[in-house]
């Protein structure tokens, strides 16, 4: 079945600095999406890229979507406290109705 | 706020025994998924309805069952409970069918199985 790979599971920065986030899929994605999830919270929907090589951009967050679409990642510049929390990728194939999501990247802040 | 209500927020119950987890989605949603999340598995999809029928199962144990009912509320069933089962069972909705879709979540029920 459809595999979602994320990867780093956790990252720890100093308030300032740049944080990435990598997903990969096992096959070729009809679309992904990002969501966050504060500790303590739920998930909520960031973005969402369906087009091979989109960008798209919000704020300090870039989202890439790669060539091949089975790749995607997540650039957050000069990280915040406010960006605590854990970024997950889901990525939905073909007619699969099914959104698999990625494990999750957990990011730390230190202020 | 998403719009998305579970209830109870918060579940304790011994192993063997039975719950049922309640969702209301989004007013006008027709799609409803149900997400298990521990620390080890991290977000797993269980199952979707769509307007009250099964659209795409994931990995749900049998002693797990599902159903959407006309006003399109959902509830997740999880009998013979074990230790294993404690974590933390999100509901989520959408407008349409297909994943394309933005999906909001609920708060969560929290459960633990002791």
């Known amino acids: 079945g459809q595999q979602v790979m994320q990867i780093p599971q956790y990252q720890h920065v100093q308030e300032g600095e740049d944080f990435t986030t990598y997903c990969n899929s096992s096959t070729t994605l009809s679309n992904i999406q990002w969501y966050k999830q504060r500790p303590g919270g739920h998930p909520v929907f960031l973005i969402q890229?369906?087009?091979?090589?989109e960008v798209k951009k919000q704020k300090r967050l870039t989202f890439q979507f790669g060539e091949a679409k089975k790749n995607s990642s997540l650039h957050i510049t000069a990280t915040q406290t406010t960006d605590v929390g854990t970024y997950f990728c889901?990525?939905?194939?073909?007619?699969?109705?099914?959104?698999?999501f990625g494990k999750g990247t957990l990011l730390t802040v230190n202020p | 706020d998403s719009g998305v209500t579970q209830t109870p927020k918060h579940l304790i119950t011994a192993t063997g025994q039975r719950v049922t987890l309640r969702c209301s989605p989004r007013?006008?949603?027709?799609?409803v998924y149900w997400y298990q999340q521990s620390l080890d598995q991290g977000l797993q999809f269980l199952i979707q309805?769509?307007?009250?029928?099964?659209?795409a199962k994931g990995n749900i144990l049998e002693r797990f069952s599902a159903q959407q009912f006309p006003d399109l509320h959902s509830e997740l069933n999880l009998s013979s409970l074990e230790l294993g089962d404690s974590a933390l069972y999100f509901c989520?909705?959408?407008?349409?069918?297909?994943?394309?879709?933005?999906?909001?979540f609920g708060e969560g029920s929290w459960l633990t199985v002791v």
């Open positions: 007013s006008g949603d027709l799609s």
């Open positions: 309805y769509y307007n009250g029928e099964e659209r």
């Open positions: 889901a990525g939905r194939g073909g007619s699969n109705y099914k959104l698999t």
């Open positions: 989520a909705s959408s407008a349409g069918q297909i994943s394309g879709n933005t999906i909001y």
């Open positions: 890229l369906v087009k091979s090589g």
